[in-house]
């Protein structure tokens, strides 16, 4: 057996492979001080003697630690001159003309990021090498003051780590029982300030991602030794790698639905795709095409969700671990309606989360969400849910509306409910324009893949906004994340900062980089469990004109030598064109070159997994009264199960499913494929 389970704001999926190949699904409740005993209760549902081969695990600890400042006590030890890199943030902030921006604070306060007294130059020669005595007190000021990691990052270290590496002995030799981070290991990249607050960000987060692995092992272990663990980049590696590099698995969750979503438009032979995965908490959005989603080489955590773009930061803290190109914004399932001192209606970025969750979940919540809104609109089941595990009740839903919205705005409580419902989808509009508008791509000529416990609610009110016409909905939409853990493939990802002018390179020495960077990839996934035979890689180049301060990241090509500036030109001018309207006859420069390390983790492919759950005979249809905005009303919706669609129906239509619900507004068409999916069409 495979296992995967993904840990939602609101649920957690769990999807199983059996024995015999069958497919198992389930969702329970996300409550992480017993997941471990939840995900054993599902084996043991499927097969008391089950044999797990394995489990993948795609979770939010690392970012839920890191928003809301439960990381480890971290000291920092770097160059003297450097101690405020990390309250300076390079000097960037958001949007300046943002009056209500509140800095975060610094991920380490100043009494324990401390100096020493070293210097490396730019072109990696020592000026000054490292003082042992006055590193030694340094290290020991921050025992003293009870740190349990320190984060070491020197000026220059990403071309000569020498004294990193012999801070790092010292450290061992002081505070053996104290976790240690360098930045020439887990970021050796240009630029002082993201590559300070990388390793900052890794080293808190070592001990929190240590414990919790150990205790869902301990769990797990009865099955299985073998947990693997997705990270943001869409890869998956050992329970091991992660409590080294615990900063890839930052967005860990949204990864996995974006991979499936991609698998499934390479099967489908889909080239232009965007996928919408909407949870409990946050809704998130990726371009595929080609079946290959967007992928960017950092990014931000501890702003909030955030629409981010190429002009200006969130807000947050800078994490340069590469990862797959997710706009989130802060609008799911349980996200809470509210009135702001404005007299306007707000819907999140709070949530009721799991404990309480939504009034209708009858756990003791008392705040109107946007679930709410949906039961109360009619739009998904008035009685119960997932699988008719959790039960609903709609008038729970129906008072909090009324108190909380409809009185205080003076209207009707389904107008209420259908505002809750409008100024989400305004929300995660921005996020469906940020991946396609926003970077150049006209939504009209893509089909938007929709997925997550609440996506296919909202899907086709989305691409209507967007003037989109088409809309699939794949088998176990819910539970797509999880599906997409069991499709993952082991990954790892090098860099080496190069920084030179791409008309004075040296091919060969570029070639010599990459050579040494996959024997070291090699080494490491061997030591994993990986068949060296298994291991194939995929080489990138960063490039950018030698005046801007952010690069493309582009594939390297399969050139000779003497043809390979004129190739990276080429390359990066049609590249640049595309991402911003325009090219330059300027110097460009090659800033870093990048390794993918990667190894299949199996055999299995979505359309084998997609055919193997259970199926039962559907329901007969059945209706209910469904609210489509002021200019529709009320209307009578037909109630279906996925697999009683035998021909195109027209809406206003439901189509129920143990792990989501799908709206057919009016003006739209579904049917279902021969592969099992549900394909929305505008009329």
């Known amino acids: 057996m495979r296992i995967g389970f993904d840990i939602g704001g609101t649920f957690t999926d769990v999807i199983v492979v059996g024995n015999d190949g069958r497919l198992f699904t389930t969702k329970v409740l996300s409550l992480l001080d017993r997941v471990g005993e939840d995900i054993v209760q599902c084996v043991r549902e499927v097969d008391t003697q089950a044999q797990v081969e394995g489990f993948v695990h795609g979770t939010t600890i690392a970012s839920n630690a890191v928003i809301e400042e439960t990381t480890a006590r971290t000291g920092l030890i770097t160059t003297r001159g450097f101690r405020d890199e990390l309250e300076m943030r390079g000097q960037r902030r958001p949007n300046i003309y943002d009056a209500d921006w509140d800095r975060l604070p610094p991920l380490v306060p100043r009494s324990l990021r401390l100096e020493v007294q ?5 072109t990696g020669r020592i000026e000054r090498p490292l003082d042992p005595t006055q590193a030694r007190t340094v290290i020991d000021q921050l025992v003293t003051a009870g740190v349990e990691a320190i984060a070491v990052c020197l000026v220059n270290s990403y071309l000569n780590p020498t004294h990193e590496q012999q801070l790092g002995q010292l450290i061992a030799e002081v505070a053996a029982d104290t976790v240690v981070c360098l930045s020439c290991d887990i970021h050796p990249e240009i630029r002082e300030y993201e590559r300070t607050s990388t390793t ?8 929190v991602v240590d414990r919790y692995l150990t205790r869902l092992e301990q769990h797990l272990s009865a099955y299985s030794e073998r947990v693997l663990i997705m990270q943001s980049n869409g890869g998956i590696m050992s329970a091991q790698a992660a409590r080294r590099r615990p900063a890839y698995m930052i967005e860990s969750g949204p990864a996995a639905g ?9 099967e489908t032979q889909q080239d232009r795709v965007l996928s919408f995965d909407m949870g409990g908490t946050t809704a998130k959005a990726c371009l595929i095409e080609n079946g290959v989603p967007l992928e960017k080489p950092g990014g931000e955590v501890g702003g909030g969700a955030t629409t981010t773009t190429r002009l200006f930061g969130g807000g947050g803290h800078a994490l340069r671990v590469p990862s797959l190109d997710i706009v989130e914004v802060g609008a799911g399932g349980g996200s809470i309606a509210w009135i702001d001192d404005g007299g306007a209606l707000r819907v999140g970025p709070q949530s009721a989360s799991a404990d309480p969750g939504p009034a209708c979940y009858g756990r003791g919540g008392t705040a109107p969400t946007v679930t709410d809104a949906n039961v109360a609109l ?5 009685d119960a849910i997932a699988g008719a595990t959790l039960t609903i009740d709609r008038q729970a839903a129906w008072t909090a509306i009324e108190q909380k919205i409809a009185q205080p705005l003076n209207v009707e409580v389904l107008a209420a409910a259908y505002g ?9 509009m921005r996020a469906l324009r940020a991946v396609s508008t926003e970077r150049g791509r006209d939504p009209r000529d893509f089909t938007l893949i929709a997925f997550g416990g609440a996506g296919p609610m909202h899907a086709a009110a989305l691409a209507d906004s967007l003037s989109m016409t088409r809309v699939q909905i794949p088998l176990y939409p ?3 994340s999880a599906l997409g853990l069991l499709l993952a493939d082991y990954r790892h990802d090098y860099i080496r900062s190069v920084a030179v002018a791409l008309d004075q390179i040296d091919p060969q020495a570029v070639l010599r980089h990459y050579r040494e960077l996959e024997t070291q990839a090699r080494a490491e996934l061997v030591e994993e469990g990986i068949a060296a035979e298994r291991i194939r890689f995929e080489r990138q180049v960063d490039l950018k004109y030698g005046y801007q301060v952010a690069e493309l990241s582009l594939p390297f090509p399969e050139v000779t030598a003497a043809d390979l500036q004129d190739r990276l030109a080429q390359l990066f001018t049609q590249a640049h064109r595309q991402a911003f309207g325009y090219d330059r006859a300027d110097t460009i420069e090659l800033v870093s070159v990048r390794l993918r390390a990667l190894a299949s983790s199996g055999h299995l492919r979505f359309t084998e997994l997609t055919g193997t759950g259970s199926v039962s005979a559907p329901a007969p249809p059945a209706s209910r009264m469904a609210y489509f905005g002021p200019q529709l009303g009320e209307c009578q919706a037909a109630v279906y199960q996925r697999t009683a669609l035998e021909q195109a129906r027209n809406g206003p239509l439901i189509v129920e499913e143990p792990d989501t619900t799908v709206v057919v507004p009016p003006g739209w068409t579904v049917q279902y494929d021969v592969s099992g999916n549900l394909l929305l069409q505008h009329e």
Do not use: D
């Open 420 to 428: 809750i419902t409008q100024v989400a989808n305004a929300t995660m």
């Open 200 to 207: 900052v960000i890794n080293a808190s987060l070592i001990p």
């Open 478 to 480: 819910g539970l797509f």
């Open 118 to 122: 070293e210097r490396i130059l730019g």
């Open 258 to 266: 974006v991979l499936a979503a991609a698998r499934f438009a390479q």
């Open 378 to 382: 009619g739009y998904m089941n008035p």
